[in-house]
Nanobody
Framework: QVQLVESGGGLVQPGGSLRLSCAASGNIFRIYAMGWYRQTPGKRRELVAT???????NYADSVKGRFTISEDNAKNTVFLQMNSLKPEDTAVYYC????????WGQGTQVTVSS
């Protein structure tokens, strides 16, 4: 059993910043990768950013240069620093971990609005 606990979502004005955190716990032997995805009503869940255990990162084109994914391997925690937020970034953000089975967090709402 693996649990993912997300935090850090909320309401922010355009141009503002938020930092999301996701801590994984439970029956974890090795984490292969962690990531963040987001979803808006009526749309498919889309990749935002991923990071492997070796530190390799991958970003959606829409967030490159604005978002940064990082991890604390000792704490099985992944972070998403979101800067220069835009209204189109509004979504429920989900944490994902591959161990190698895939587990998802419960989601945290990010709303970018003035």
């Amino acid at each position: 059993q693996v649990q993912l606990v997300e935090s850090g979502g909320g309401l922010v004005q355009p141009g503002g910043s938020l930092r999301l955190s996701c801590a994984a716990s439970g029956n974890i032997f090795r984490i292969y990768a962690m990531g963040w995805y987001r979803q808006t009503p009526g749309k498919r869940r889309e990749l935002v950013a991923t990071i492997t255990s070796g530190g390799s990162t991958n970003y959606a084109d829409s967030v490159k240069g604005r978002f940064t994914i990082s991890e604390d391997n000792a704490k099985n925690t992944v972070f998403l620093q979101m800067n220069s937020l835009k209204p189109e970034d509004t979504a429920v953000y989900y944490c994902n971990v591959q161990i190698p089975l895939t587990y998802w967090g419960q989601g945290t709402q990010v709303t970018v609005s003035s």
